[in-house]
């Protein structure tokens, strides 16, 4: 796995036997996005793939989809395949979150526009919360709203990369963000094509971060005290990519002129923080995994629990009010 990806440096933190784990399922999800994605060189796109293109990718999904079936039950045959199938058992990965996946990535061959939200949130959770909720059984958890807190976090790293890659994906043919997003602002599909910050552009990208920042919220409050250790992760990946959020909304919502990234050095550096405030962090007692008479304990405010840190540089707080 190369150092370059926001999710080498929450990796380091996990306990070898779980951090192969993990990288299996990474690598097998990644290459079942490139299936797509790489099906042909970036210079080829031309603001969509050729039909050519598209029964390539077809069949290369066709391929991954036959690869999780023999890494389920099977003789698999590829790296990836050979390198999930043991993980698979040992962490009993459900095979139908990594099928709803490789669902989510075809959607990229017949999605080009998502009408609303509500379209679009259904491929954020096939393409993301899936492979959270497919982490979180290697993680491990103790209480079952771990499993709302990686649906949300999902979605939230989901929508960070939507915002962040608004450029690149209008060269491929795509525009994510949501067509009713659009009309509400007066934004066209040629106006995110000439890659302007014009004041609608940067109200309709702040309206999307604030979104993405509600699913941030939202995971925050979700994830249980008894199991803020095990997924701490999790909690470096959010804040890497909430740093990303940051970042975009420091800049403007300048998302064309070049594509935001966290440094290396400061990746490492969040992840350092939020590994130390989860050593000095007390340990919750095992009655804390449940409330009292079996009911769900009332998740603290973000911010408010002492015992709760705040992952990356402010996390999940007030808007940056962006703008040059």
Not at 167 to 185: M, N, W
Request: charged share 25%.
């Amino acid at each position: 796995m190369s150092r370059d990806t926001s999710f080498y440096y929450s990796f380091l933190v996990l306990p070898p036997q779980k951090r192969t784990a993990i990288i299996a399922v990474w690598d097998f999800c990644r290459a079942v996005d490139d299936a797509v994605d790489e099906v042909v060189p970036e210079t080829e796109w031309q603001g969509g793939l050729t039909a050519s293109a598209r029964a390539r990718a077809t069949e290369r999904l066709a391929m991954w989809r036959g690869e999780l079936a023999a890494a389920c039950g099977g003789t698999p045959r590829t790296p990836q395949g050979m390198a999930l199938q043991p993980r698979i058992r040992e962490f009993n990965l459900p095979r139908a979150r990594f099928e709803e996946l490789i669902d989510g990535v075809e959607m990229d061959l017949d999605h080009a526009r998502y009408p609303t939200f509500e379209a679009l949130s259904e491929y954020c959770r096939r393409v993301a919360s899936t492979v959270g909720l497919i982490c979180v059984e290697i993680f491990g958890y103790r209480h079952p709203r771990t499993r709302d807190y990686a649906v949300d976090l999902g979605m939230a790293l989901q929508l960070t990369n939507i915002i962040r890659d608004v450029a690149t994906d209008y060269r491929r043919g795509r525009v994510y963000l949501p067509a009713e997003d659009l009309e509400r602002f007066g934004v066209t599909d040629a106006d995110i094509g000439r890659g302007v910050v014009t004041p609608a552009v940067r109200s309709l990208l702040q309206f999307e971060c604030n979104r993405a920042r509600e699913y941030y919220r939202r995971a925050a409050a979700e994830l249980p005290a008894v199991d803020r250790r095990s997924l701490l992760a999790a909690e470096i990946m959010g804040a890497i990519y909430f740093e990303i959020l940051k970042r975009i909304e420091r800049g403007g919502y300048d998302v064309f002129s070049q594509r935001i990234r966290v440094p290396r050095p400061h990746r490492a550096l969040i992840a350092l923080r939020l590994w130390l405030l989860a050593m000095l962090r007390p340990t919750p007692r095992a009655s804390q995994a449940v409330g009292v008479a079996g009911g769900d304990p009332v998740p603290p405010p973000v911010g408010d629990d002492p015992g709760h840190s705040r992952s990356g540089a402010d996390l999940y707080g007030p808007r940056h009010q962006g703008g040059r």
